[in-house]
């Protein structure tokens, strides 16, 4: 965090407190809530055009498009939001830890995996759509699919694919 985010809500909460310490001593009526939500969409819009939307985290696709490929020191979580873009799980290796986690929330995106490498995806959406490459899709709630060459017990590579109003299409 950055020292002028740090003096805006530094202040923000000031501001708030003391609102909530004097509103009911002081007979004139302010709309606080209104001049802080206000200040809030500010706040943001200014941090947008002087940083720009793009997460600082290299497995988080924010407001663009691009390709994610899969690496063992990036982390396990690769989210697209309010973004386009594929998630190249293909050189990812199947060992008995190996847990990613796959999300897309008001986007759409391509899952890679390789067929010929045992993996389990548990496919999950909530109001969107996940599609596995044998035609079974989830629009609401839960599903499985599994390449091949899974085999229950085994290693295998392991992944959790969420759509939260968005699409993610799973492509060998």
Not at 13 to 42: D, E
Request: aromatic share 10%; net charge positive.
């Amino acid at each position: 965090m950055s020292l002028i985010d740090g003096v805006f809500w530094g202040a923000l909460l000031i501001v708030l407190g003391v609102w909530f310490l004097v509103r009911r001593y002081v007979p004139v009526h302010i709309p606080v809530i209104r001049i802080i939500i206000a200040a809030l969409f500010v706040y943001v819009g200014i941090r947008v055009l002087v940083r720009g939307p793009v997460s600082r985290d290299r497995n988080t696709v924010v407001f663009s498009e691009s390709t994610v490929q899969y690496s063992p020191d990036r982390g396990r979580d690769y989210n697209l939001v309010f973004s386009s873009g594929t998630i190249d799980l293909s050189d990812a290796s199947a060992t008995t830890d190996s847990r990613l986690q796959v999300n897309v929330v008001f986007g759409s995106g391509v899952l890679r995996i390789d067929p010929g490498k045992p993996v389990r995806v548990d496919m999950s959406s909530a109001f969107g759509d996940v599609e596995a490459p044998n035609g079974r899709s989830v629009a609401f709630g839960d599903t499985v699919y599994t390449t091949p060459g899974y085999k229950e017990g085994a290693p295998a590579l392991h992944v959790h694919a969420t759509a939260v109003f968005g699409r993610l299409v799973i492509q060998p």
